[in-house]
């Protein structure tokens, strides 16, 4: 678009959402939540939601942020023509779509080669798988590529159902929920192509593997190995396909999904692992992994008189052995055995009937744990950057995908929801962070104020989990070190003694009344930004510790599977460095996410799930609105609303509001800066209401700019009459103008080659007398350059009058005189006429007059000059017989 000469920043042509639905905004709500009257309502934020969910809108803005809310049923938005109508857009200029993000990442990645980050959170069965898949898909569909691109491309986007085949499993709340975060990194190059990719995967639930809650299922591909693998491969790995027969998939008792087809997904996984680039050899070996760990769950103890244990189920330890490519009686002798180091000598001891069940579990899940982050190395190597783009010189930019757990409050929380929890209140605290620093930069670029904005800092939570020395993970793993008996009990007693008095700590020891009841002895209670949440302690140090026996580390190392003796490193066993405790190895990878995050400029999409039944159109407020809470939706729109609620460009402003002015309708002749002040002023706009800065105009209160609206609304009948008064007045000029143009055209033309063609003429006869001329002076001399045109002329003048003066007939004697160029010629051509003419004559001549004509001669050569009156009588023809004449006559 241009104004008045300029190109208008198309970004900055809409600040506002959709411009055309603010006068809908009764009916759907308004698409920024910016722009919501009553900010400080979580009632009117979530009407708000409400109202546009029903419409089937399920994306809303609060400013840069985008809030979706899962339908629960397929939408017609995600089409290759949306993609189209999304693409080179200005983020606020149609509807909210996760399109729109998409597009407004990837330009910015592109124009200002600054890294970009996509946060996309959410509490589990909110969409954020979902969301992740559209924008991989987004950059798939529009970014240019060739044919190696596009095979990248392939790949990044086969690895999503590998990847939720073996991290996401059916929850209470989601059928498809996510057991692990992931932060995937696609690289793109100069030209914006995506040439290369990264995934790092966080915190997988591992004790998944072993334990599953009521109506929960295990990891998908153990259920789509059984129900989608052939009979072949199913002997094979000595497995059956009724998934009860196996103890890690029955705890849950939920074997079976309506909403999913185990079948058609092992289909989808087998192809996408072959379009990743995995080979057979190497599938056949991650299938004997995995139906290792359901024969390891199969494997079973006995216990002896004395205590000692033994496993009773010889064909699965068989079958265990085989498949891990390990001794099947050195495997059984370290699920049974425990081998020690006391000063230096190393003993083996018996373990009692627990203590080999822990064992065999705590294989399972470094098996499966392992062979899960074998599987993102493979997944990097196949999509990983080529050498010759990465030493090209030219450099690559990064946008990076957060699909993360959200916030989880269940009713039995432990170690796993402290985890993600504390991962959540980091992601909280770099939001707020980076969301006033964005707003800070602004303000500061434009010239305006800043204004100190009041907000919950959580550093204080993210200290009281992380501080070392007194922080929870430092008192945790403290007390895994500890000499001497430690338990569950021991760490909470140790948590009571440090943190107490705490404002964001609580035990049943240390709480009120009213608290007590609502707690238990073996809980601990943490204020999180985003509510109160209880952690049971029981496995807290079974988790935190996550350690394997050191002798089922030495088997596997000597495994004939590659794939498992790449898992379990050879220099691990040597190792004599107590490897970091899980929470620790947690912390340390979550500083490095914040790093990755600090580094790039941030977008983010804040999930929501309107109903625990997955049913589509149902809205439940209850739940909406504790999600609202525990994601800082509130929070952050509170930080965007403390200065100005609305902020445009000059000219975008200008350009929209203009016909609300007369001294800026139609056209503003002069700096932007003046025009926007000359057409608030006339608006009436207090000081209070606005802020002129640099290139921006900054309105605080949204009344104020929907007042503006509806003034623009009413006008626009006038505005369209003028407009198509004006359009007409100017379509009749131009046509007229048209003719006109056309007319003086042709008639240019026309006098020109008039004017051409006479000059053309005049120049041809000056020659042409110029030759004659020269000519004639020659006349006289042989034929030559200097007088053929004359020559030429004066023969083709004898013959074009001689051929209009021939002689008609043989008794014809003339003949015009000819140049003395051509005597002989003429003299030729005056025999050879005569000639011709006398052929043709005698041609003509009838038989009677050739008689007639060879008598005449007879007689002229007797009668010649012998009779005077013969030449009288030539004339006269001869007659055969004279009877019929009368005798008088003869006598004549």
Known sequence: ???????????????????????????????????????????????????????????????????????????????????????????????????????????????????????????????????????????????????????????????????????????????????????????????????????????????????????????????????????????????????????????????????????????????????????????????????????????QFGEGEEGETYITTETHITNLATLLGVDVSALAEALTHKKLTAKGEEMITPLNFEQAVSARDALAKAVYGRTFTWLVEKINQSVALKEEIYHSGKGCSVIGLLDIYGFEVLQHNSFEQFCINYCNEKLQQLFIELTLRSEQEEYETEGIAWETVQYFDNKIICDLIEEKHKGIISILDEECLRPGETCDGSFLEKLEDTLGGHPHFVTHKLANGKTRRAMTREEFRLLHFAGEVNYNINGFLDKNNDLLNRNLKEVMCQSHNQIVSQCFRREEVMEQKRPEMAATQFKNNLMKLMEILMSKEPSYVRCLKPNDAKQPGRFDEVLIRHQVKYLGLMENLRVRRAGFAYRRRFEAFLERYKPLCPETWPNWHGRLADGVSTLVNHLGYKAEEYKLGRSKIFIRFPKTLFTTEDALQAKKPEIALTLQTSWRGYRERAKYQRIRRAVITIQSGWRGMKARRRAKRRREAAELIRKLIKGFIWRHEEYCPENEYFLDHVRFSFLKNLRKNLPKSVLDKTWPTSPPSLVETSENLQRLHMRNMVIKYCKRVQPEWRKQMMQKVAASEIFKDQKDSYPQGVGRLFLDSRLEFPIALYRT
């Open 1 to 299: 678009m241009r104004y008045q000469g300029r190109e208008v920043d198309v970004e900055g042509r809409v600040r506002l959402v959709m411009e055309s639905a603010l006068t809908a905004r009764d009916r759907v709500g308004v698409q920024d939540l910016v722009l919501l009257e009553n900010f400080n309502s979580e009632a009117a934020f979530i009407e708000n939601l409400r109202r546009r969910f029903g419409e089937g809108l399920i994306y809303t803005y609060i400013g840069s942020v985008l809030v979706s809310v899962n339908p629960y049923k397929e939408l017609e938005i995600y089409s290759k023509q949306q993609m189209e109508r999304y693409r080179g857009v200005s983020f606020y200029e149609i509807s909210p779509h996760i399109y729109a993000l998409s597009d407004t990442t990837y330009r910015a990645m592109r124009t200002e080669r600054k890294d970009q980050c996509i946060m996309i959170s959410g509490e589990s069965g909110a969409g954020k798988t979902e969301a992740s898949k559209k924008i991989l898909l987004y950059y798939a569909v529009t970014c240019p590529v060739n044919e190696h691109m596009a095979t990248l491309g392939d790949r990044l986007l086969q690895s999503n159902p590998v990847l939720e085949a073996f991290g996401n499993a059916k929850t209470f709340r989601n059928d498809n929920s996510s057991r692990f975060g992931k932060y995937m990194g696609v690289q793109f190059d100069f030209r914006g192509a995506p040439v290369g990719g990264h995934i790092l995967n966080y915190l997988l639930e591992k004790s998944r593997v072993v334990h599953q809650n009521h109506g929960e299922r295990n990891f998908h591909i153990f259920y789509q190995l059984l129900d989608g693998g052939d009979d072949n491969l199913l002997t094979t790995l000595a497995l059956q396909r009724n998934p009860q027969n196996y103890n890690y998939l029955v705890k849950g008792n939920c074997p079976r999904l309506s909403s999913v087809s185990d079948k058609n997904n092992w289909k989808v996984v087998m192809k996408a692992l072959s379009v990743i680039g995995f080979a057979e050899e190497d599938v056949q070996k991650l299938l004997n992994i995995i139906a290792s760990v359901l024969h390891l769950g199969n494997t």
